[in-house]
């Protein structure tokens, strides 16, 4: 099995991210507990955020040793950030895979992840980029306050959808926007253009997390790396759920599985049908398509060369998991 699954044909060809896998081994190099740790974790990902560094580094000419520095400094973030959301949901797997937590238990999987963020930090400082390491540590410290906020919201029916969109910018989407940026950094961009790539990333991360909500729904486990309908599960209301706990017909059933914690499989196959029979997962696909349409329009600022097409594909790409 491939240790990793580029999104893209474009991307299996660019040398920096052949050269961000040898990285990241060369950082789990050495005793047999840090082999495991590289497979267990690192395994199977997408490389998405790494391929934003890189592709947003290669508009022009960059110090290719920082450009997949910070982009291997990404992928451990990510990385990191799963060790811990899994001790958090008590998950058992992960990309077909025993999670860290399961494997050796919370306590050394909490110190595992904490292992993969000294990592990260220890790359972002080689080059004495404080610009970078900024981001960096800005979109960890709101990634936080987004996870916190999420979890203290668990099984409360009177979140809004300007609720969720607030804390998935800080959950999820900031980081992507910060990848963006810092390839842009390394390579030297104007101003504006780095804002335009920082603005590409972040509607990039609202259509991500908007794709992997349906996905809870109408996935598998291959496309997400965890069990279908993991979070509704958990008490996390995802914007499906909320916009069907605001219909007439439904909303109060669901209203009562949710608040009484009732997730048997009835039940979620009845949310299931609910979402489908209302058109409200389509509604939010519509929705995640045209957040796509605006993180492509912040592209035309920049140089017609191949990574803006390839980030444009990528964008795309995006959307084609829930099809």
Known sequence: MAIYQLPLRELQGLEELKQVEIRLREVCHGEDKWTLLFSSVLQGGKRLRPALVVLCGSFLPAPRSELVDVAAAAELIHAASLVHDDIIDHADSRRGQPTISKRWG????????????????????????????????????????????????????????????????????????????????????????????????????????????????????????????????????????????????????????????????????????????????????????MIIQRAKQNLARLPNKPPRATLTSLANHILQRTC
């Open 106 to 289: 919370e306590q050394r999987a909490v110190l595992y992840g904490d292992f993969l963020f000294a990592q990260a930090f220890t790359l972002l400082t080689n080059h004495g980029h404080t610009g970078i390491l900024g981001n960096m540590t800005r979109a960890i410290s709101l990634m936080c306050q987004g996870e916190i906020e999420q979890f203290n919201l668990r099984y409360d029916c009177r979140l809004s959808e300007t609720d969720y969109m607030s804390y998935i910018h800080r959950k999820t989407a900031f980081f992507l926007s910060a990848c963006c940026l810092s390839g842009a950094e390394v390579c030297g961009l104007s101003s504006l253009q780095q804002k335009s790539l920082a603005a590409f990333g972040l509607q990039l991360g609202y259509a991500f997390q908007l794709t992997d909500d349906i996905l809870d729904f109408r996935g598998n486990t291959s496309d997400t790396g965890k069990p279908v309908l993991h979070d509704l599960a958990e008490g996390y209301l995802t914007l499906p759920v909320i916009r069907l706990l605001r219909n007439n017909h439904h909303g109060p059933t669901v209203r009562q599985i949710i608040e009484s914690r009732n997730f048997t499989a009835d039940n979620l196959a009845y949310i299931k049908m609910a979402l489908e029979s209302t058109g409200i997962l389509r509604e939010v696909d519509q929705k995640a398509r």
